[in-house]
C-alpha cells in the first residue's frame, strides 16, 4: 500500500465498516471517522515494522491488510466481494507472509459484538484466548484478541 492507495482503502473500508461493525459502532451516534482513519493509514504506512497491503482485483483496490510483528492488524474486504472467497485467499496470503518472516503464531483482535467477523476468523482456525481490550474509537467497544498458528493449513 502507498499514499496514494489510501482514498481507494477508505472507500472500501468505510461501507464495509458501516455494514459489517452497525451493532458495535451505530452510524447516527458513531459515525465511519473517514479523516482519522485516513490519517491512522499515513501514519502506519511510513512505520517499518507494519506491513500495509491492498487487495487487488483487475487492478482496483477490493480489500485492504497490514500486520505489525506477529499480529494480523488489520483486515476488510470491499461488500462486493463478501462472500467469494477473496476474503480467505487475502487473509491466507497475510500469512503466508508472516510465515515467510519466520513466525510461527499470529494473533488479532476482532470486535466482541462483531459476530461475522468472528465466525470467519473460527472458520479460518484462530481461537479466542479470553484476552480482552477496548478500541481507540468511541464508544471504545470491547475488541476478543484471537490467535492461531502462521501455518495456512493449521487448526490452531
Not at 124 to 143: I, M, N
Amino acid at each position: 500500500m502507498t499514499a496514494a492507495d489510501v482514498p481507494n482503502v477508505l472507500n472500501v473500508q468505510e461501507p464495509g465498516a458501516v455494514r459489517g461493525l452497525a451493532e458495535v459502532f451505530p452510524q447516527d451516534a458513531y459515525p465511519f471517522p473517514r479523516v482519522e482513519v485516513a490519517q491512522r493509514w499515513l501514519r502506519e504506512i511510513e512505520v517499518p515494522d507494519i506491513d500495509c497491503y491492498v487487495v487487488l482485483v483487475d487492478g482496483a483496490v477490493a480489500g485492504f491488510a497490514a500486520s505489525r510483528g506477529d499480529e494480523f492488524f488489520h483486515f476488510g474486504i470491499a461488500l462486493g466481494h463478501w462472500g467469494t472467497g477473496l476474503a480467505q485467499t487475502a487473509h491466507d496470503a497475510v500469512l503466508d507472509r508472516m510465515q515467510s518472516r519466520g513466525l510461527q503464531r499470529a494473533w488479532l483482535r476482532v470486535f466482541t459484538r462483531n459476530r461475522r467477523g468472528r465466525r470467519f476468523y473460527e472458520k479460518l482456525g484462530w481461537h479466542p484466548t479470553g484476552a480482552r481490550t477496548h478500541s481507540t474509537f468511541p464508544p471504545y467497544p470491547e475488541l476478543l484478541r484471537y490467535e492461531r498458528a502462521v501455518e495456512r493449513h493449521a487448526k490452531g
